[in-house]
């Protein structure tokens, strides 16, 4: 149906009727002020019928006079008015929770926003909990997550750009940077790819980036996926870029490297000793995780030479009834690890947390009692799996668990070889790698000491006066240096 203003009520209802597929949800009422026939379209349980009722129908019916476009616009002046003359915005504005009013003979319709949508209430973060610093995590609701983020950089510095995806299911997609700050070419590389997108939708941040990543066939996170305001708006102040989807309650963050996935805003909120000695031990937990029980397979598969004495004896000891081999042995007990893992996180908050802790001690002492596996292999593989669990993102610490699985067989299969083959394999894919164009290893390649107190370590916040280098800033300088020490020197207490 060729859909061209201005036209009767009766075909305009039916144009509507058949955008919407007939569908019951789509209320339509008409008035007859004055001799002129008017019609408004809405879906009931997506707008206010308060404001419907006080703001729109109350002035429409109590008119005296006829109405024209510009009447309703200048007599009912709301902020969220427009006008329109496609079906396809009018449907649009429809969905999204707008109130259509068409004057018949009129060649505009106006459409108001009375949108009342159902969302959470800010609260405090699940994936990301922590201890020192603000609580409150982002929503659902793009709108809210917006004042949030504006809340917290109370500046015009502050650029937000709009994007519509997806082809079936139009989704807003906002880009998020401070002007002075942020490289433009990250911008550019950011808005090209997904601008470039063809998909019928994006159902959360964690699909989009999935798109827009450098790489899709590694295990390893390029964009940092955060629920927090304040790592979201840190990481703008650095000169990233950051990408909000609606209806998602996760935000990207990029570009970054392998050790932003280690870090914590709440870092910031310790003391800078304190904090340094928290992202060491999560990068040294990385490591200890990733080759803990691929060194036990091949110690006692290849290399017994390398075992203490004392040790020995007790590892014979342990393993005397075990009937399998080391590197079958570790392979049944990490998965035995991973099925405790995934059902205590899809099971309720108080039922997985009972299973998880009861499952393993039981499973646990159970395989040691019947000679499936060792309990110094049960040693290892808590060790390893705790290690695992210290890294804040939660996709690097699945990527860390899904690494030890070849490592393990490749030292069952060539013992120290295979666990050097396959470090050497892991360095030369991360060199690979890189986040919006930028490396994925800085700053420890290509190597820039001055990078490592926003990433490795944590200096003082009056002896790092510098933005991390990595993600190319406008502005690199945080403070002026010089400025700071003049007035040190003026005031010395």
Known sequence: MEFKLPMTTKVYIDALNQKFNQSPDLIHKVFDIKGQSIVIHFISYQIKKERLDREILEPLTSSRKPWSVNDLQNRIPLASSKAETNLEEIA???IHGSVTVYIEGEKEVITYLLADQEQRSLERAETESLV???????????????????????TDDLVMKKLIVGERIPTEVRIVYLKSLTNEENVETITQRIEDLVVDEIEDTSV?????EDSSSTVFPQLIATELPDRFCHSLM????????????TVLIGPVSLFSFFESTEDLYMRWNMGTFMRLLRILAMMLSIILTPMYVAALTYHYEVIPGSLLVSLGQSRATVPFPPVLEALLL????????EAGARLPTKVGQTMGIVGGIVLGQAAVKAGFTSNILIIIIALSALASFTAPSYLMGTAIRVIRFPMIILAGAWGLIGIAFALCFLVIHLLKLSSLGRPYLAPVYPL??????????RLPYNKNPKRPTSTMPKDPDRFDENKAKQKKDVNPS
Do not use: A, C, Y
């Not at 989009?208 to 827009?212: C, E, G, W």
């Not at 909000?244 to 309650?249: A, F, I, N, R, T």
């Not at 990490?334 to 893992?341: Q, Y």
């Open 132 to 154: 020192f610093g603000p609580q409150v995590s982002f929503t659902e609701s793009m709108i809210t997550n917006l004042n949030v983020v504006r809340w917290r950089l109370d």
């Open 334 to 341: 990490e998965t035995l690890i991973e099925l405790l893992r």
């Open 92 to 94: 649009g504005q429809i």
């Open 208 to 212: 989009l980036s999935q798109l827009i």
């Open 448 to 457: 820039s000491i001055k990078d490592f107190s926003d990433s490795i370590i």
């Open 238 to 249: 650095k000169g990233r870029v950051g990408v909000m989807v609606d209806k998602s309650p």
